[in-house]
């Protein structure tokens, strides 16, 4: 699995902001991996071991939303993959993809969406 150097509590803390700011705009059969919530689906790699699991799945007006949280890692090239995989994934589903990121975490994230050249504009919280 595709784990990226977060620090779990920090990590939990902003899953948890990012939960409320969804469950506030009206998705639904939200899908975390955190408790309370079913896990995600979890994508595996042919061949290898690797597995890539979004952090968040939602659903609101029939859609299909993925959510990543942006945290800063000593492991970018890990996190530019996972995101790359689910743009990927999202265009050829038809599913919608953002990423939500937190204050100290800006910077970090628009030069790790730049370096991958996806055109997204990060969500606040």
Do not use: C, Q
């Not at 996190?79 to 910077?107: A, E, P, Q, V």
């Amino acid at each position: 699995m595709i784990t990226i150097d977060k620090d779990t509590d920090k990590n939990t803390e902003i899953l948890g902001t990012a939960i409320s700011y969804l469950e506030d705009r009206g998705y639904e059969n939200i899908k975390a991996d955190t408790d309370g919530f079913e896990s995600p689906k979890s994508y595996i790699r042919r061949g290898s071991e690797v597995s890539i699991t979004p952090d968040i799945v939602a659903e609101r007006d029939g859609e299909k939303h993925i959510f990543e949280l942006s945290l800063k890692s000593k492991k970018p090239r890990l996190l530019k993959s996972k995101w790359l995989f689910l743009d990927t994934l999202s265009s050829m589903k038809n599913f919608k993809f953002k990423i939500f990121t937190t204050r100290g975490h800006y910077k970090f994230t628009d030069d790790t969406l730049n370096s991958i050249n996806l055109d997204m504009t990060p969500v606040k919280i």
